[in-house]
């Protein structure tokens, strides 16, 4: 099955710098690759996404590319915020199977 | 439309009861998914549900769990009996497959702690 490792596991910027999370996937049919923000004792919800067929999209401060011949992509948060400050999931999907990396727990401090 | 609705929102119970974890999805999607997290191994899927039929079941992790999904608004996770183990967020997510893409959308989670 599909394996998605992430990295760093913990990640401490100072706010108005960048943050960027990596992530590696391991079957070439993965075609789907969104990224979930989780706020403590809260659910993970969808901040940006990306197609298989797209090499890079930006929505406002974040920014995600994606290079299908390294089977690797990566999460950019640029000026970060303290409400930016949450556990990040990157995620694969094969199908209907989304296969989540182990997160990265991002604190932006002021 | 209110989202994904999971109850309880947290259980506490004694190794060796029954827990039945609830979820309803949103309106006009067709798929549903069970997962669980832990910190020791994150973000696991149980099970997925298309059109109310179980297709995947290959994550239940063993006979003591059991999920249903009778109609398209609802859904059950079971575990009977519970172990202390089984402590961890339940999430229950639901999307609108079409072509094998859509957004998956979570419910708040059923925290479930075993004693």
């Known amino acids: 099955g599909e394996n998605v490792e992430q990295h760093p596991s913990t990640l401490s910027v100072q706010e108005g710098d960048s943050a960027v999370i990596k992530c590696t996937y391991s079957?070439?049919?993965?075609?789907?690759f969104p990224w979930y923000k989780q706020e403590l004792g809260k659910r993970p919800q969808l901040i940006i996404d990306?197609?298989?067929?797209?090499g890079e999209k930006k929505d406002q401060r974040i920014a995600v590319t994606l290079n299908k011949t390294a089977k690797h992509f990566s999460l950019h948060i640029t000026e970060t915020q303290p409400e930016d400050s949450a556990v990040y999931f990157c995620?694969?999907?094969?199908?209907?199977?989304?296969?989540f990396g182990a997160g990265t727990t991002v604190t932006v401090r002021a | 439309d209110a989202g994904v609705i999971q109850s309880p929102r947290h259980e506490v119970t004694e190794m060796g009861q029954e827990v039945t974890l609830r979820c309803k999805p949103i309106?006009?999607?067709?798929?549903l998914f069970w997962y669980r997290q832990t910190m020791m191994r994150g973000l696991e899927l149980l099970i997925y549900?298309?059109?109310?039929?179980?297709?995947?079941d290959s994550g239940m992790p063993e006979d003591r769990f059991s999920a249903k999904m009778p109609n398209a608004s609802f859904s059950t996770l079971k575990i009977q009996p519970s172990e202390p183990r089984d402590s961890a967020v339940y999430f229950c997510?639901?999307?609108?497959?079409?072509?094998?893409?859509?957004?998956?959308?979570f419910g708040e989670g059923s925290r479930l702690t075993v004693l």
């Open positions: 997510a639901s999307s609108l497959l079409q072509g094998n893409t859509g957004e998956l959308f």
């Open positions: 079957d070439s049919a993965s075609n789907y």
């Open positions: 990306i197609r298989s067929n797209v």
């Open positions: 995620a694969a999907k094969v199908g209907y199977k989304l296969s």
């Open positions: 309106s006009g999607h067709n798929s």
């Open positions: 549900f298309n059109n109310n039929v179980p297709i995947d």
